[in-house]
């Protein structure tokens, strides 16, 4: 087996991994940088982030105010000592792209410009159209070329994390292109691969959003935080589960049921004028807007369509200028994979699964507590999200925490640490390498690799959805618990050694029950509702109880072994989270 | 569910067991809303997992799926399957060498992607703490539509100099490099020139056009390929009369 040394071996190269990247190159150029990723960097799923991202830019806002919306729009679940450092460095990160070429939505003076949000008091998403997140991951990646010391390893598919004596010392890799097992050493390792949407039918995630990197985590030994809390969000293309971007409503987008009716208003997010206003009926949280979608389902108001019950997002009075400057791929999304003009007609959406806000558990400097680790954006849980995560923060998240965690990596690196020794790397890469041997070997049963998904996809979209409850989630575990039992009798169909897809999909399904698992047992333990985890039995928030993480382990038997911790309250006592009323 | 059926003839290559590609037909069904990708899938869940392509966000944005699709190059998950016959043939991008079924190596491209520089070059370098720099919306649109690629590489297998000439740098490194030149904030032109204006850059362009004319994004590597030849010419005159001007 090859070995590859570098200092910093950082897994996933979308957003966050890149701008850790950059930040190890730019702190101590000396280091070399392995950034590893399954896919081309450009291809990484912060490219299909729409509406925006949040920094303060207006002198009228200030830093308190974005404080404030993002730990009540988390229903007081984030760790409030991060969210103070992530309102700071918002701005100066976002300003840090506008450097590097970022090309944002500009004012006529020529200051970059910023939009409404959902649960936002005051404008401050930074866009670029509603092509956000793609300009910033083209921005980052083509940045990183400047630096020789960033190694980029693409299409490299991460199995294991190395472990020697409790500390991370590198990753094992299947090069895609010959099929090779590769062995990264390195003093440091960074995991940023994203989330997991795929764990669910409906969701706005790309196929590659599958959990590697919190199940890399997981199985090494890391806690899973607070993975009952799933985003859906309020604005999907039915069928597809196409993202339509929340900044549509930031632009003036209003929502109807089948009688042409601003539902909202029913659901303590009214009253409808004066209309536009802040944190309130269409701008409000996106969990709150989702759950209002269920309870208009279930009073028979929504709409029936082809691919099931739908409600209309109507920017018609928006007009075709301003929906072509500021939402141009949202109309050309809803032409081709709706029929629908937005100009001249609504846009058929229901809720999709769209976001985990829990992850990898990490400090306010992106370490996890396994030594050599650290982990950024939406793989790790920081914990600023808290129990609902409000549009436009998480592209911030990816650049302040990645940066972090670059920055971090590069002073432990740098810092006198010593890569392990090849023997116990060897002895580790072996390990992997028979894994993997015994997969290929395997005599199929009849399981498959599209079967398990399909069943853990409608376990998981039945037991822990929008709504839960106690017997809903039971149901859930025991599915999960059982489709872990199955996948181990999955065979391959394909055995070479060249690209091969079938044996990645395998190491992704895997991936995706061990977090499933972590996130039906987090669900059902937690006996409230608070955010985006809602239960029918339990409808209330329980802050004696329940103002607490929840930390999932993998026990010995892969069964998840469950602790908690409580919630860093540094100045903003729990309320409760107003939205509507007549405030502007 | 509509009736009707669509045979998928797709070009398949291991080269761990093959020693020249082949075509492998199966049959899918075909609902109104289908996209080609849509069928791929079909295939790789249902009839044969040995397929290999590579695909992700299923909304023209990741720019993973371009395939020959009937012999033009388009990404799959934006070409319905109602708007093709009823037998579809589909192979990996043109010009590029297969790796793998419909997967071909992207080195190359990646490569030229690099090669262009394709990051801001300031003018003067601007500390965070002084905030961003000024661009109006008009000076932001100069090169807006320049910054829309989505790195499909559908334009690579689109260019007939580029299937001749492999060392071409290509529509949409050109068109990156386009895109800073042409940045309010960027000084990097001349940094640029080097393999911008050089024989496999933009005068290797033949200027056919049929790079536009694939972009799925609309971004229109060929004009930029033409805006550049232009100011390029100009630099040379420049040079010729003002020697030593860049100093």
């Known amino acids: 087996m090859d070995l590859i040394s570098a200092d910093?071996?950082?897994?996933?190269?979308?957003?966050?991994?890149?701008?850790?990247?950059?930040?190890?190159?730019?702190?101590?150029?000396?280091?070399?940088?392995?950034?590893?990723?399954?896919?081309?960097?450009?291809?990484?799923?912060?490219?299909?982030?729409?509406?925006?991202?949040?920094?303060?830019?207006?002198?009228?806002?200030?830093?308190?105010?974005?404080?404030?919306?993002?730990?009540?729009?988390?229903?007081?679940?984030?760790?409030?000592?991060?969210?103070?450092?992530?309102?700071?460095?918002?701005?100066?990160?976002?300003?840090?792209?506008?450097?590097?070429?970022?090309?944002?939505?500009?004012?006529?003076?020529?200051?970059?410009?910023?939009?409404?949000?959902?649960?936002?008091?005051?404008?401050?998403?930074?866009?670029?159209?509603?092509?956000?997140?793609?300009?910033?991951?083209?921005?980052?990646?083509?940045?990183?070329?400047?630096?020789?010391?960033?190694?980029?390893?693409?299409?490299?598919?991460?199995?294991?994390?190395?472990?020697?004596?409790?500390?991370?010392?590198?990753?094992?890799?299947?090069?895609?292109?010959?099929?090779?097992?590769?062995?990264?050493?390195?003093?440091?390792?960074?995991?940023?691969?994203?989330?997991?949407?795929?764990?669910?039918?409906?969701?706005?995630?790309?196929?590659?959003?599958?959990?590697?990197?919190?199940?890399?985590?997981?199985?090494?030994?890391?806690?899973?935080?607070?993975?009952?809390?799933i985003q859906y969000h309020p604005t999907g293309l039915p069928g597809t589960g196409i993202l339509i971007t929340e900044g549509s409503r930031g632009e003036g987008g209003i929502l109807v049921n089948k009688d042409n009716y601003r539902y909202l208003q029913d659901y303590d997010l009214g009253p409808l004028d004066p209309w536009p206003r802040k944190k309130a009926m269409e701008l409000g949280p996106r969990d709150r807007l989702s759950q209002a979608f269920w309870h208009e389902q279930k009073k028979g108001r929504t709409i029936k369509g082809p691919h099931g019950d739908v409600v209309h997002l109507d920017l018609r009075h928006l007009g075709e200028k301003l929906i072509d400057e500021r939402l141009p791929l949202v109309r050309d999304l809803a032409i081709s994979y709706a029929g629908v003009d937005p100009v001249r007609a609504p846009i058929p959406v229901r809720p999709v699964v769209h976001y985990t806000m829990g992850g990898i558990d990490t400090d306010i400097d992106a370490k996890t507590r396994i030594d050599g680790l650290f982990a950024a954006g939406e793989c790790a849980c920081v914990s600023i999200n808290g129990a609902n995560r409000l549009g436009s923060n998480s592209l911030t998240e990816l650049l302040v925490f990645g940066a972090r965690a670059g920055q971090g990596a590069a002073r432990a690196a740098a810092g006198g640490r010593s890569f392990a020794g090849e023997t116990a790397i060897f002895e580790q890469g072996r390990m992997a390498r028979d894994g993997l041997s015994r997969l290929f070997q395997r005599v199929g049963s009849g399981e498959t690799v599209s079967g398990l998904r399909r069943d853990m996809n409608a376990a998981m979209e039945s037991g822990a959805g929008i709504y839960r409850t106690e017997e809903s989630l039971r149901a859930a575990c025991a599915t999960m618990r059982k489709i872990r039992d199955r996948y181990a009798s999955v065979a391959l169909d394909d055995k070479s050694n060249v690209y091969n897809t079938d044996l990645i999909q395998t190491l992704e399904l895997g991936a995706m029950i061990d977090v499933a698992n972590a996130m039906t047992a987090s669900a059902l333990a937690r006996k409230e509702s608070r955010g985006s985890h809602q239960r029918l039995d339990f409808e209330k928030r329980d802050d004696d109880k329940f103002l607490k993480h929840s930390l999932a382990y993998r026990a010995a038997d892969g069964d998840p072994r469950l602790e908690y911790r409580d919630v860093v309250i540094t100045r903003s006592q729990p309320g409760k989270r107003v939205y509507g009323g007549r405030q502007s | 569910m509509s009736e009707r059926q669509v045979e998928l003839e797709i070009l398949r290559y291991d080269p761990d067991k093959d020693r020249e590609p082949r075509f492998q037909a199966y049959r899918v069904p075909c609902p109104e809303d289908w996209v080609v990708l849509d069928a791929i899938n079909y295939v790789k869940d249902r009839l044969d997992r040995t397929l290999s392509y590579r695909w992700s966000c299923h909304m023209a944005v990741c720019g993973s799926c371009g395939m020959m699709i009937n012999g033009e190059p388009k990404l799959s998950c934006k070409t319905f399957l109602r708007d093709q016959p009823d037998r579809i043939r589909i192979e990996p991008l043109a010009s590029f060498p297969i790796e793998r079924d419909l997967v071909v190596v992207m080195g190359d491209f990646m490569n030229k992607l690099g090669r262009v520089k394709p990051y801001l070059v300031p003018a003067e370098k601007k500390a965070v703490e002084d905030g961003s720099y000024l661009q109006s919306p008009g000076q932001l649109k100069k090169f807006k539509q320049y910054t829309l690629c989505i790195n499909c590489a559908l334009c690579y297998a689109a260019c007939p100099q580029y299937a001749l000439n492999p060392g071409f740098i290509g529509p949409a490194a050109l068109a990156l490099a386009h895109r800073y030149n042409s940045d309010s904030r960027d000084v990097g032109r001349t940094a640029r020139a080097d393999v911008v204006a050089s024989n496999e850059g933009i005068w290797e362009c033949s200027f056919v056009g049929a790079c536009s004319e694939v972009c799925p994004e609309h971004v229109d590597p060929a004009a930029a390929i033409q805006q550049t030849k232009i100011a390029s010419t100009i630099d040379y005159f420049k040079d010729l009369l003002l020697p030593g001007r860049k100093g």
């Open chain 1, 8 to 229: 910093v071996v950082i897994v996933g190269a979308g957003g966050a991994g890149l701008r850790a990247a950059i930040a190890v190159a730019e702190e101590t150029p000396r280091l070399k940088v392995a950034l590893l990723s399954k896919v081309y960097p450009m291809r990484s799923h912060t490219v299909a982030a729409e509406g925006g991202a949040a920094g303060v830019a207006r002198d009228d806002d200030s830093f308190d105010n974005h404080f404030d919306d993002t730990v009540s729009g988390g229903d007081w679940l984030c760790d409030q000592d991060a969210v103070d450092l992530f309102v700071r460095e918002a701005p100066r990160e976002l300003t840090r792209l506008e450097h590097w070429g970022c090309p944002w939505s500009r004012q006529p003076n020529g200051r970059v410009a910023v939009r409404p949000f959902g649960g936002m008091k005051i404008e401050r998403t930074w866009y670029a159209a509603d092509k956000t997140g793609f300009h910033m991951l083209h921005t980052l990646f083509q940045t990183s070329l400047k630096y020789p010391s960033i190694e980029r390893y693409d299409e490299f598919y991460t199995t294991d994390l190395l472990m020697v004596d409790g500390r991370c010392v590198g990753v094992a890799a299947i090069e895609m292109r010959s099929g090779q097992l590769r062995l990264f050493r390195s003093k440091v390792v960074v995991v940023a691969t994203g989330g997991a949407g795929r764990i669910f039918p409906f969701t706005t995630n790309g196929a590659i959003k599958t959990g590697d990197g919190m199940a890399l985590a997981y199985r090494a030994g890391a806690a899973l935080k607070d993975m009952e809390f």
